[in-house]
């Protein structure tokens, strides 16, 4: 059989499924589901792919990893969703689309915390706070089994964005999330929530002016082909934790556990050195196929989203705001840029 287990959906959502089938009674591998809203030439696909072949191999062929791509099956909020649901096993998405689960993550989304990739990963390898969140995800049906790389957050509008004045007035698409929300507000912007999937034809046809994602994305998902000025202001450090549903993390023993974990941590290094890598030759890319890449003058953006800092404080509490911006700052001192 090539699928153990599928849910059984009823009433309100309550499931029923049953246990993951023993190698040794299994005639063909088992297969786990993985979901992702990248293109087939994206780095999260390259890495799925990478985590597909670990998995197999790790788990000595009991265990197989279908992956799809670009939203074939789910935006990002409905993969989760369906994680949480069993529905799908695995997902790949900024840690900004796991903050209505756990709303503390949203502090991982605060502007210039980190400048540079080296301090991004010791931030999400080592920061006691974002741990302290990430732990909670469990408890909401999910579980991080390692961080992928996208990069930091940029923007492309259809027309210049020299500084703060001018975003104002004008319709940025976001992602539904607070503190980005919060940031496109304070610099100037007028948000307008859609997904990722939607977000090209919703610039082409002038709903919104642009939006703000890693290079990687606006490489990927070509938005620069309708927003082809790419300000590289780098607001927000945006990595993707690699989550898996933690009804499928328990019905899984302990050693394809630990198969599964190890894997997702290969596919991991690899995201992250293609990530950083690619990004230099992704802007020339760009830039010949009609881009314009302009870096701003960063202070004006610094400056306009300070206020962000104290809502953060007003909406979670001082001490757990002052204590992400803590381990960043002791991250940027032993890790300068």
Known sequence: MKLDRRLVLIGGGSALAAPFVSRAHAQAPQTLRLSHTDTPVGSRQQAAELFAKKVAEYTGGAFQVQVFHSGQVANDPKAIEQLQLGGLDFTISATGSYAPHVRGLNLAGMPFLVDSYEQGWKLYDESKSL????????????????????????????????????????????????????????????????????VYLAIQQGVVIGQENPTDTIYSLRFYEVAPNITLTRHVYSPLPMTISEITWRRLDAKTQEAVTRAAGDAAKLSRQIVRADEEKQLAEMTAKGAKIAKPVIAPFREAVKPVYDKARETFGPAIVDGMLADCEAIRRSNPA
């Open 131 to 198: 741990k302290f969140h990430m732990d909670q995800l469990p408890g909401k049906g999910l579980r991080v089994l390692s961080t992928w790389e996208a990069g930091f957050r940029s923007f492309t509008t259809k027309d210049p964005l020299a500084s703060p004045a001018d975003a104002k007035g004008k319709r940025m698409r976001v992602f539904p999330n607070d503190m980005i929300r919060w940031i496109m507000e304070a610099i100037g912007f007028v948000p307008v929530v859609l997904p990722v999937t939607e």
